[in-house]
């Protein structure tokens, strides 16, 4: 199933800077596959065989948070 991924704030005015390299390389470790991301805009969609999207999305609120030391909201 492919599913977005839309974290607010991120690279906005200079905060919460997070490369989207490194967002692609965070889903792809959370194993998620054919992930893309749009600009520097924290968008990304990708592949996954989870069906679960409440506890997909607080893996990757987490998983970013650790990344960056910022709380996002997925």
Do not use: C, K
């Not at 967002?23 to 792809?28: G, H, K, P």
């Not at 470790?29 to 065989?49: C, K, N, P, W």
């Amino acid at each position: 199933m492919s599913l977005p991924a839309r974290l607010r704030g991120v690279n906005v005015g200079g905060h919460g800077r997070l490369p989207m390299a490194e967002l692609r390389a965070l889903l792809e470790r959370l194993g998620h596959q054919d992930v893309a991301t749009y600009l520097q805009s924290g968008q990304a969609i990708f592949t996954t065989e989870e069906d679960d999207e409440d506890a997909l999305a607080g893996r990757i609120r987490a998983s970013a948070h650790r990344t960056t030391r910022t709380s996002w909201r997925a």
